[in-house]
């Protein structure tokens, strides 16, 4: 290198180094860093302390038993002297010398006999029969210790007493409600991360679609077709709660008793499979008639309407079910309550389901008349069937986001969240049409990327220990909440993962199967999905081992688990319980780590 | 018949990658596409299908718009087309009969292909189809542990489940060694004699050409420069394909 050095280079050189210097200086100051309390006494013991506690988790106990041996002292010395029966030397005995004394002055006390190695304290017992202490002694091999106290400042004229209390470990150790509690708590620990790795990949694969942009660049409509689709969600979301509501009264009033439910459970699945049978076959060449199809369309939607019926009938039937055969089953009654809850919380998704279903369905619906007017209208009677769909579309949008609004803030005035809204909307609208009025493909697809990637980023930004305080409020305390929480962000951080690999499969086997004429879910099963198991299964065990550690102090925001043990006993100072919690997490985590490595192993 | 008129693809980005390319295939017949690699071949062939969208021009099949169809229609339309890859394009954890099943995607019901259930006689053409290409006991074998030739087979057995009409081959045997290129080059014969299938096929070597072909037609950087019988590709013509340095081998 022939460079030579120039002054501005060192100049700017050293201007970094002041620069570091003060960032770090700074941040010294922020973190408080400071040696002089590291090294204060105070804190030195208290760590001592603490360490020791950890050193000696407290999950073994054994009973003990308590041996006292009297010595009497007469304090201060009485006149005539004292006078004081000869200790038993069979026995374990104390040997004070002297054997009377001024209170504040020293006494040697010694002991012979005891055990070897045990240990105790010595006490002071006036008449009063309190204790007062002395200290504490350690028997050499041969049961002999010799500890110089001072008597406390208890004059009387009485016999006052010295007692050597020994505490010794008799039978076999038995084990801790701390170390019971502690094992409660890391089954709850490992079925947290297991329910909450489980319910995040569930949601987390449909999303990962979205969030993927090789499938979501194509999806594209045109302005009818997109505006009738907007409005076609709320219409349907409406119709099917509506629906879900009168199927759910009718089932009430079908249900009767468990075995009589069964069978109409039976029968409506048969007459649900054949009329799909009918209206779905499997393989056609040829389009049937409109009138065939209409019919079609009829008995698929009475044999939705059947299996809904089917489904709510099947939840009433496993509550009951579930809720009878708890004491029957004993031990295993977990697995009625299991079923019971099943049941209830069918019957609590089986509105949204429906409602979403429904509003897909006539979104679809009406999208396809979008698409219908796209095609068969001449230009100018097209671009005002875009102007006004599209103005109702807008509207739609912000009334609904109007009432958003509404519910946060109560404002309640229907000019503030009703027509303000409508009209801005209806006006975006009716500008979007006239300046899109050329392209004939809207982005949507692209549209959802965006906004499904948005959502993920923030949710993931936010750890599930923040989450976790959410969810207490809204199910209290316990694992529940932890659940709720760990999935949520497992969903944003699988679904942005799950996604990639998505963006990254080799394209041909896609354009294969597009060639062959096949629907775009088609696509994504035959072409998609086979590519991505792998990474998608590496992927979840990756998540499964951060949820593990999670679970472990997702307790520490209220969310259940061994975290929720172990705080508690940091904060009321019990640390050789909180040393047990920990032995437990440090031995899980080892232990899912090489479980997960191992099933990697055989299964990637 | 398939009407090809003043087709051009400009890629985003500015790339012409056809320019003006006016041809007419008539049924029946094995039609070999040549040129340089990047002159257009592959875009030539997927505009027909639109597996690339078109800049403009027309594609006319027996007097149906493919290039005006609706997405719906366009699915009806590419189901008789089936389409054969330099790269085989099979799914590679998936079954060698999963593959060819999938040839049948544009004319089962979605809701049951969804499931992975096919009719019975899907599953039996699927059987008879691996059988004709020789490779029936390979079936429940992993894609990917199939040798080059045998994927290209596969390939073109997934093309058959589609009835096709017409099929696209985009360079078919260039990853392939010249022995098997023959096998699957005869395959393509015989889908052509004796099912009377259309055939678009783009090829890197000419004696191929000569051997299969019933008419060429050549690219040149996106321009159509030959349209004629394979004999007729004299010195001349081949210099003005394949440009002035090139040297005739084979
Ligand atoms: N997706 C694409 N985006 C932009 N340019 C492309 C794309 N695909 C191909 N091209 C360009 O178009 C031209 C023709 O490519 P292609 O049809 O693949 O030729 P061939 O199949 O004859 O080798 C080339 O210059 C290539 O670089
Ligand atoms: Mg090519």
Not at chain 2, 28 to 41: E, T, Y
Request: charged residues 15%; contains cysteine; glycine residues 8%.
């Amino acid at each position: 290198m022939d460079k030579k050095p120039s002054i501005g280079k060192s100049i700017r050189v050293g201007l970094i180094v002041v620069l570091c210097l003060i960032v770090y200086a700074y941040g010294f100051q922020v973190t408080q860093v400071s040696f002089k309390e590291i090294s204060s006494e105070r804190r030195q013991e208290s760590l001592t302390r603490v360490l020791r506690a950890l050193a000696k988790p407290n999950l073994v106990e054994y009973e003990q038993k308590e041996t006292v041996i009297k010595a009497p002292i007469y304090v201060p010395c009485t006149e005539e002297g004292a006078v004081l029966p000869e200790p038993d030397k069979s026995q374990p005995y104390l040997v004070l010398a002297p054997a009377c004394a001024d209170p504040r002055t020293e006494i040697q006390i010694e002991g012979y006999n005891f055990t070897p190695n045990s240990e105790g304290s010595l006490y002071f017992v006036p008449p009063s029969e309190v204790n007062l202490n002395l200290g504490s002694f350690k028997a050499d091999d041969k049961g002999a210790f010799s500890v110089t106290a001072k008597v406390p400042p208890r004059p009387e004229t009485v016999v006052q007493y010295v007692h050597a209390v020994s505490l010794q470990r008799v039978g076999s150790p038995t084990i801790t409600q701390t170390a019971i509690d502690t094992w409660d708590k890391i089954v709850e620990t490992i079925f947290l991360a297991l329910l909450a790795t489980t319910l995040g990949v569930i949601f987390s694969i449909p999303v990962s679609f979205l969030a993927a942009r090789n499938i979501m660049k194509e999806i594209t409509s045109p302005i009818s077709s997109l505006s009738l689709s907007i409005i076609g969600w709320p219409v349907g979301i409406g119709l099917g709660v509506v629906l879900a509501r009168w199927l759910s009264q009718q089932s009430q009033s079908i249900y009767a008793n468990i075995w009589l439910t069964l069978l109409a459970i039976i029968i409506l699945c048969v007459i649900a499979w054949y009329l799909i049978r009918w209206a779905m076959p499997q393989e056609e060449t040829r389009k049937p008639k409109l009138s065939i199809r209409i019919t079609r369309i009829f008995a698929l939607g009475i044999s939705g309407i059947i299996m809904i019926l089917v489904v709510m009938l099947v939840a009433k039937s496993t509550m009951t079910a579930g809720t009878n055969i708890v004491s029957p089953l004993g031990a295993f009654g977990f697995l009625g309550s299991f079923l019971s809850n099943m049941g209830e919380i069918i019957n609590l998704i089986i509105p949204i389901i429906v409602g979403l279903g429904v509003g897909a369905l006539v979104s679809n619906f009406f999208s396809k008349i979008g698409k219908w007017i796209y095609l068969r209208f001449n230009p100018s009677l097209r671009l005002i069937a875009n102007i006004v769909l599209s103005g109702l579309a807008g509207a739609t949008i912000f009334i609904i986001l109007g009432n958003i609004i509404n519910w946060f803030y109560q404002i309640n005035d229907p000019i503030k969240i009703f027509y303000v809204p409508a009209v801005v909307g209806a006006l975006c609208g009716i500008a979007l049409a006239i300046w899109a009025r050329k392209e004939d493909a809207i982005p949507v697809g692209m549209a959802i990327y965006y906004i499904t990637r948005t959502l993920l980023n923030a949710t993931r930004a936010i750890e599930a220990l923040i989450w976790v305080i959410v969810f207490v409020v809204w199910v209290g305390i316990g694992p529940f909440a932890g659940v709720l929480a760990l999935s949520l962000h497992t969903v944003a951080a699988l679904a942005k993962l799950y996604s990639e690999q998505v963006e990254s499969i080799s394209p041909g086997p896609l354009e294969a199967v597009r060639a062959t004429g096949a629907t775009r879910l088609q696509m994504i099963i035959y072409a998609v999905i086979p590519q991505i198991i792998p990474p998608y299964i590496s992927f979840t065990m990756y998540r499964w081992d951060i949820n593990v550690r999670m679970s472990t102090i997702i307790g520490f925001g209220g969310g259940g688990g061994i975290g929720f043990l172990l705080i508690q006993n940091i904060n009321t100072m019990q640390y050789r319980a909180a040393s047990a919690q920990m032995l437990a997490i440090a031995i899980v985590v080892a232990l899912m780590d090489y479980l997960s490595s191992y099933m990697r192993e055989k299964v990637v | 018949m398939l009407k090809v008129q003043n087709l051009t693809k400009i890629y985003e980005g500015g790339v012409l990658a056809l320019d003006n390319a006016s041809f007419e295939v008539p049924k029946g017949q094995f039609l070999a596409v040549i040129g340089l690699s990047g002159s257009g071949k592959s875009t030539l062939l997927r505009c027909i299908n639109r597996l690339i969208e078109p800049t403009s021009g027309k594609v006319l099949w027996n007097d149906l718009d493919i290039t005006a169809a609706t997405e719906e229609d366009l699915r009806q339309i590419r189901r008789k087309i089936g389409m054969v890859f330099q790269h085989f394009n099979l799914v590679h954890r998936s079954s060698v009969l999963t593959n060819v099943l999938a040839g049948r995607l544009g004319y089962v019901n979605p809701a049951w292909s969804i499931m992975n259930r096919f009719p019975k006689e899907d599953i039996e053409k699927a059987m008879k189809q691996l059988n004709r290409v020789g490779i029936a006991e390979k079936a429940h074998q992993r894609a990917d542990e199939l040798s080059g030739g045998q994927q290209q087979r596969v390939g073109i057995a997934r093309a058959l489940m589609q009835d096709p009409a017409m099929i696209l081959a985009d360079e078919p045997v260039a990853s392939l060694d010249p022995v098997l290129a023959h096998s699957i080059m005869q395959y393509l014969e015989l889908i052509n004699k004796e099912d009377g299938v259309t055939v678009l096929c783009s090829l890197h070597f000419l004696d191929l050409v000569h051997r299969y072909a019933h008419r060429v037609v050549a690219l040149n950087e996106g321009k159509l420069v030959f349209d004629g019988l394979p004999q007729e590709i004299d010195d001349h013509r081949f210099k003005e394909i394949y440009g002035k340095d090139a040297e005739r081998v084979g």
